[in-house]
T-cell receptor
Framework: DTGVSQNPRHKITKRGQNVTFRCDPI?????LYWYRQTLGQGPEFLTY????????KSRLLSDRFSAERPKGSFSTLEIQRTEQGDSAMYLC??????????FGQGTRLTVV | DQQVKQNSPSLSVQEGRISILNCDYT??????FLWYKKYPAEGPTFLIS?????DKNEDGRFTVFLNKSAKHLSLHIVPSQPGDSAVYFC?????????????FGKGTHLIIQP
């Protein structure tokens, strides 16, 4: 499978716990994006990498959120001290210096 | 402040007829527009795009029209098929994809009735 891969697909965690999600982009893609989608809304931009450099962060990305893309390959998104409001679908997308981003299937986070 | 608006949360169309999904935007800096299709429990799938230098782009059964003066675009699907039932998102970008990724509308749930 050469598409964008996200793990895990589902995560249930207790409030206050830390969680980490992984995204493996399409191999030749140099741009990687993280989005968040809540019920009834479209995806909302969180952050963006070009290769290993994190170039942009949305104001939606609070201090409890951190993303990395070591060596410009896979990326991780960590949420510390999770809150119920963090419950959402977290989507990763990648593109090759272009517009047409390809999305993974997402990680659905439920904070209880 | 929603910069990309899809004012119809849902649309029901009979199989074989034309489906028209609409999208309005407010940011005049947007110059590239995309439509994504999303099935439940899956990520959005790219469908078709259009640059602001064009007013129409066609790909098989899918055609996107752009009216820059009205800041409006639409997606036409003809003929509509049962597999087209999904949520359709309109998305917009500033030049080069923008450092801030895409701005999405809230989506329109298209239901194709047999």
């Amino acid at each position: 499978d050469t598409g964008v891969s996200q793990n895990p697909r589902h995560k249930i965690t207790k409030r206050g716990q830390n969680v980490t999600f992984r995204c493996d982009p399409i191999s030749e893609h140099n741009r990687l994006y993280w989005y968040r989608q809540t019920l009834g809304q479209g995806p909302e931009f969180l952050t963006y990498f070009q290769n290993e450099a994190q170039l942009e962060k949305s104001r939606l990305l609070s201090d409890r959120f951190s993303a990395e893309r070591p060596k410009g390959s896979f990326s991780t998104l960590e949420i510390q001290r999770t809150e119920q409001g963090d419950s959402a679908m977290y989507l990763c997308a990648s593109s090759f210096s272009g517009i047409e981003a390809f999305f993974g299937q997402g990680t659905r986070l439920t904070v209880v | 402040d929603q910069q990309v608006k899809q004012n119809s949360p849902s649309l029901s169309v009979q199989e074989g007829r034309i489906s028209i999904l609409n999208c309005d935007y407010t940011n005049s800096m947007f110059d590239y527009f995309l439509w994504y299709k999303k099935y439940p429990a899956e990520g959005p799938t790219f469908l078709i795009s259009i640059s602001s230098i064009k007013d129409k782009n066609e790909d098989g059964r899918f055609t996107v029209f752009l009216n820059k003066s009205a800041k409006h675009l639409s997606l036409h699907i003809v003929p509509s098929q049962p597999g087209d039932s999904a949520v359709y998102f309109c998305a917009a970008s500033e030049s080069g994809g923008g450092a801030d990724g895409l701005t999405f509308g809230k989506g329109t749930h298209l239901i194709i009735q047999p």
